[in-house]
């Protein structure tokens, strides 16, 4: 039996996670799989709950899983710059590492019939193929910090800190990942400025020593984040720090259109992961049935295909996305002139509609 953890947790993450479970329920019903989720609180509605944005217990749920599919967290009732507050990310940032999800995989791509949603050229992102691939329990999410008040000063400090394992791992991983792919690999860095920054290029130039069928580049962030726009076509795998990957994704995102349509999938060791959409808890439009599920239901994909081995399921899943949007159906934010305009949950019906009928 398979065991999956479901968080729907703030905002517009369990409206969007209903969609992903409709899918998951078609599924275990039409071949019969072995599969059993289980619900938990994360983020925001964890801290109105119980005071913590996560309870040790649900802790333990996700790492005795097969895979954990989460929503979103956080939103304005939680905001606070005020130290040592709960607040909703902490608890993301805790399955995160306590169940050593160190690589996250992003990944964009262009829908065809969404071309003309993208606020950049139908030239220029025409058949744009990019993995993002983030280092997600290092960095400076996970350094040392701390905020001083004394009587003459106050200040306050992040660290950027990576060890040379943290490095190599996800470099490695980045190398396999584009053997699979168009064999291409930008490191992007900051090594004209920061130490680990600099430890993290000599090491990706060392294992590169064993990859030497892969074409490699390096560059820094503030002209990654030009060349995405001028010419995202130029990537293929980009193999980046957890901070850098964070604001590139969201850029990289932006290249297709709408960040409601992106999944990741996050994966240690082992083939446990968590999956979830790259974006946030969009609390403007909750309970509005404006939100778009197919990141979700992509990042539900993902899960099939990493965690379960469901690489056919996973693939009709994909298709069916594609087909409901060659037909011009649309959530508002991937809304075009001649679109077909739907709901959140109506999205969610035509895909699975449309999986029902790929077998
Ligand atoms: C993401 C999000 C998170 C992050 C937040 C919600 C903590 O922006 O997954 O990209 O910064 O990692
Ligand atoms: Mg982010």
Redesign the pocket.
């Known amino acids: 039996m398979k065991k999956i953890m479901v968080l729907p947790g703030d905002g517009i993450g369990p409206e969007i996670v209903d969609e992903a479970l409709k899918i998951i329920d078609f599924f275990i019903e039409e071949s019969n799989l072995d599969i059993r989720y289980e619900f938990g609180d994360i983020g925001g509605i964890a801290i109105d709950k119980y005071g913590i944005p996560l309870k040790d217990e649900t802790l333990e749920m996700c790492k005795n899983s097969d895979a954990v599919l989460l929503g979103a967290v956080g939103g304005p009732k939680w905001e606070t710059t005020e130290p040592g507050k709960p607040r909703p990310e902490d608890a993301l940032l805790k399955v995160r590492k306590e169940m050593s999800l160190f690589a996250n995989l992003r990944p964009v791509r262009i829908y065809k019939p969404l071309i003309d949603s993208s606020t950049l050229k139908r030239e220029v992102i025409e058949g744009v193929d990019i993995l993002v691939v983030r280092e997600l329990t290092g960095g400076i999410y996970f350094g040392k910090r701390e905020r001083v008040v004394s009587n003459e000063d106050i200040f306050a400090y992040d660290t950027e800190l990576y060890h040379l394992y943290e490095i190599e791992r996800i470099v490695k991983l980045a190398f396999e990942t584009a053997r699979l792919r168009r064999k291409k690999v930008t490191s992007v860095d900051k090594a004209n400025i920061l130490e680990s920054s600099r430890l993290w290029r000599e090491t990706v130039m060392r294992i590169h020593k064993d990859y030497s069928d892969i074409e490699l580049n390096h560059m820094y962030v503030d002209n990654t984040s030009m060349q995405l726009i001028r010419n995202p076509k130029q990537f293929d795998v980009i193999v980046t720090s957890n901070l850098f990957g ?2 590139l ?2 850029e990289t995102a932006m290249i297709s259109g709408s960040i409601g349509l992106l999944p990741s999938a996050s994966l240690g060791e082992n083939n446990s992961g968590m999956y979830e959409p ?1 974006h ?1 808890s969009a609390p403007d439009i909750q309970g509005t049935g404006k939100a778009n599920p197919i990141a979700q239901i992509l990042s539900l994909a993902m899960l099939f295909r990493y965690s379960l081995g469901l690489k056919r399921e996973a693939g009709r899943i994909e298709a069916a996305v594609n087909q409901v949007l060659e037909k011009g159906y649309r959530t508002p934010d991937i809304n075009t002139e001649n679109g077909k305009l739907i709901n959140t949950k109506e999205m969610g019906n035509l895909i699975l509609e449309a999986a029902s009928d790929l077998k």
């Open positions: 964070d604001i994704s969201d790259i946030g």
